[in-house]
């Protein structure tokens, strides 16, 4: 059973960092594209970042400069470090696995984890 496992959300002040990581099991990790999302209330799931098999990265404008995303595939992780929040960063992050690289799709991703919870304050 192939299972994401994010954690390190939490309620934080504007300009606070948080780390979040995800776990990953049941699945060949280093095969696999691993991406980050957010869903606000209301709003759709939107693409924050992505990390290749072989740690390309690409990131929404929205985050660019202020998260940074990073794997280990030695220990089946992806980690989405985040840096100067903002309130409009408050959302539900979802880690989430590809078998292909370069999606910032939804729909592309297989594999999601339950997602944690970012609360900035202003």
């Known amino acids: 059973q192939v299972q994401l496992v994010e954690s390190g959300g939490g309620l934080v002040q504007a300009g606070d960092s948080l780390r979040l990581p995800c776990a990953a099991s049941g699945l060949t990790f280093s095969r696999y594209a691993m991406g980050w999302f957010r869903q606000a209330p209301g709003r759709e799931r939107e693409f924050v970042a992505r990390i290749s098999w072989s740690g390309t990265t690409y990131y929404a404008d929205s985050v660019k400069g202020r998260f940074t995303i990073s794997r280990d595939n030695a220990k089946n992780t992806v980690d989405l470090q985040m840096n100067n929040l903002k309130p409009e960063d408050t959302a539900m992050y979802y880690c989430?696995?590809?078998?292909?690289?370069?999606?910032?799709?939804?729909?592309?991703?297989?594999?999601w984890g339950q997602g944690t919870q970012v609360t900035v304050s202003s």
């Open positions: 989430a696995a590809s078998f292909n690289a370069g999606q910032t799709q939804p729909n592309q991703y297989r594999y």
